[in-house]
Structure formats: C-alpha cells, structure tokens
C-alpha cells in the first residue's frame, strides 16, 4: 500500500467507500456502502484514538520547560516533538464532531478515513450528495470534501472541495481553494478553537456552489475539442522544454512525465462517451498521469497523499486543469 497510510497490529488504518481507491487497488479495504459515524469513530472505527501532550526531556532525564510533544495514546508512539503551550491540542474526535452534524442533516455522507505516518496526520473525505449532470454518460463525478489534520506542529487542521472520478479514483484536486480562501479553510491549532470548528461548518455548505461551477467548467471542456497543435502547446506548457544546458536527467525526468502523460491519454477511463478529442480528455490523462504513474516526485517532505492532495501534484492538476478552460474558451 502506498502514501504512508499507517499500519496498526498488521492492519491498515485505513477504510473507504470509493471503489477501487488508488491506495487500495485491491479492495481490501474498501466498503461496499458509505460509512457510518461508528465506523469512523466507533470501538472499532478507523479513527477511535487520541492524542496526549508529554514533556520533552533533556539527556539527564529533566523535563524542558515550555517544550512538549504529542504522544498518540493508543500506541505510545511520540508523533510531534518540540510543540509551545500555544499548541492547542484537539482530538480528532473533537475536531471533526461537526461532521456528524453533517452527516444527520443530510448535507453529507462519510467516503473515506485513515491516518497518515503513525499518527502524524489523520484524513476524512466527505461526500455531498447531488444530481447535476456529469460530462460524460456512465461517468459520475461525486461533490466531495477532504479534510486532513496533523498532529505533529508542523501544520493546521485543513479542508477543501474537491472531485473524484469514481471509475479510476483520479482526485482532480480543484483550483477553487487557492482562488477563494472562503472554500480553503486553515485552521491553527491556537485560539478558541470551538469557534472555528463552528465557523468551518457554516463555510462547508456554501461549497455546493463551487461544485455547481466546476460541473459547468467541466461541460466546457467536454464540449471543446483541440487539434494536435493545441495538444503540442498544452503539452510544452505544463512540461516546458528543457534547455541544451540542462543534464541528461533533467530531460529524461522531463521526457518521461511526458510520457506518463501520453500513456493516461490512451487509457480506458480516458476515453469513455464523448471524451476522445476534447479538452477533458487532454486535462484527466494529466490528473491520471499524476496520480497513478510513478515519475512524479514529491518535494519538501510531503507524501505521495498529502502532495497528490493539497502539494505539488494538486498544484500541478490545478494548472492542468485552468489552462485547459483558458485555451478551450
């Protein structure tokens, strides 16, 4: 299994609706309805444990002042060090309670949870339920809400839409959050933290119109067909040509982007109904290229789920995506 998804007594920690997910190609972990808060939080839920804030101690054993790490209770393993009083610990229970206020209401169902790097970072992903048409028939694209949290010091309780296509689980990570800070929330780990969960849940319902305006962006794309010059330039321009100068590596990592790319184009699930020849087609062969193939690095630490997600390969799927309007218009 990859993208760090923890492991706990021989078991993933990890459980989902999506079917097949690309961290679980096999489906052994997938579920055949979606989740249940029991399942997420429950005695048994992939989610029931929590977080303890311990002393740091110094090499004669004496603890530092002013200085704690955050232990996970469960397993005793230390998953942040260093952290200030300012740090303001929430369990994961507590961060996400409001999701289930949710999830009664009707506004959204659990797809899918698990934790990252032994406890480092926690994730669930929402689904909101909704009868647009999708782009292509027998394609479906489902409203969806990720939410991750780290419990290490190294960052905030995040969330952000996003939008899945269920048949290869490529996750189109959307432009919406960098260019709408109402649709990509932050929240730090200080403060009166109750009242930005509060906040966070009045700004969650709003995203049904940030999905109804992606629907209609995706019409675009399918409606707008490209020639073999279009192709060349949105090509070179997500992948641009290296110098002469440039070594040998650099334009064989360079080349074989390309080619992962070139390879989604010719997949199944990129060429399903109508797509073949419009400028969906070009923008999900990058989104498969980037989430299934293995030529795509990920920098300044992050995983292959948190880049795919919100680093590097969202970013790169985000600019795939805009140019592809920007040239389709």
Known sequence: MVANISFKNGKAEAVTALTPAWWDREGEYCVDHHMTSDEVWGDRGVLNFDYALRSVFDESGSPIKGYL??????????????????????QP?????????????????????????????IWILGVIPHDDASPVNDERHQNFVLWTDRYDGGGSLKWFPCATRVECSNTLSLAMGERDQNLFQSIRHSGDMDVKLG??????????????????????????????????????????????????????????????????????????????????????????????????????GDTRFTSLMTGDGAKLKREAFDLALSMAS
């Open 69 to 90: 790490r955050t232990v996970r209770t469960d397993t005793g393993a230390t998953v942040g060090c260093g952290l200030t009083n300012r740090y303001k610990l929430v």
């Open 93 to 121: 229970r507590k961060a996400f309670e409001w999701i289930d206020s949710l999830m009664n209401d009707g506004v959204m169902r659990y797809a899918s949870a698990g934790v990252l790097k032994g406890g480092k970072e």
């Open 199 to 300: 906040a966070a849940r009045d700004a969650i319902i709003d995203s049904k119109q940030a999905f109804k305006k992606y629907n209609a962006d995706c019409q675009k794309l399918i409606s707008a067909t490209y020639s073999k010059g279009d192709a060349k330039d949105f090509v070179e321009r997500l992948f641009p040509s290296l110098p002469d100068a440039a070594s040998q590596r650099s334009k064989t990592i360079r080349e074989r982007k390309v080619q992962a790319v070139r390879d989604a184009f010719t997949d199944d699930t990129n060429n399903l109904g109508h797509m073949p020849g419009t400028w969906y087609q070009l923008t999900n062969s990058v989104t498969f290229a980037v989430d299934h193939s293995n030529v795509f690095a990920f920098r300044g």
